[in-house]
């Protein structure tokens, strides 16, 4: 198998040549992995790689086009049991020099392009390869055929409430039903 090449996991943008791109192939070692996975709440990362380039965009921006590929192992929110998934996805970020200031302003306008940061002297790779992995894990992971059961609780001697009694337009459809029927 083919060694990769060693990447800086921080690029300093005043380093990079404004007209070339700046490659990176980031793949974590076991060590990384597991500390990662303890950072964002997971059982396992068995496999993880972070690999793109960060290229001159107009006279100070730059852009950072990458491919995130990730084997997770989470725990199934109903049976607790390990859940594997695959995350294979494409990562773009935008860092501006001329962000908009906010400063102390009462109002501020959020664009809706959440792939816009602001340039700063750095590029952290291992902060956006963590970042876009925590956004691509499921929220709920669940295994194939766990279902939720229904939860009774009720104090001694009454009469339990049921999901069912939570939904009054279910009673009102069984009584629709039943008058159509009737007529």
Do not use: H
């Not at 300093?12 to 964002?40: K, M, V």
């Not at 970020?93 to 340039?119: N, Q, W, Y």
């Amino acid at each position: 198998m083919a060694q990769r090449p060693e990447t800086p996991d921080i690029l300093r943008i005043a380093d990079l040549s404004q007209g070339a791109t700046a490659s990176f192939d980031l793949a974590p070692d076991a060590a990384t992995r597991s500390a990662l996975a303890e950072t964002l709440d997971v059982q396992a990362i068995r496999k993880l790689s972070f690999a793109g380039k960060l290229s001159p965009e107009g006279k100070r921006d730059w852009r950072l086009d990458a491919s995130l590929g990730a084997t997770v192992v989470q725990s199934c929110v109903v049976t607790l049991e390990p859940i594997t998934t695959r995350i294979d996805r494409k990562v773009v970020r935008r860092f501006i020099a001329d962000m908009p200031d906010s400063g102390d302003a009462e109002e501020v306008e959020i664009t809706e392009d959440e792939s816009i940061e602001p340039l700063t002297g750095t590029v952290d790779l291992n902060q956006v390869m963590t970042e876009a992995l925590a956004l691509a894990l499921p929220d709920y992971p669940r295994a194939d055929g766990a279902e939720m059961g229904e939860a009774i609780f009720a104090a001694p001697d009454t009469t339990p409430l049921r999901d069912a009694d939570l939904k009054p337009f279910a009673g009102l459809a069984a009584l629709k039903s039943k008058l159509e029927k009737d007529d």
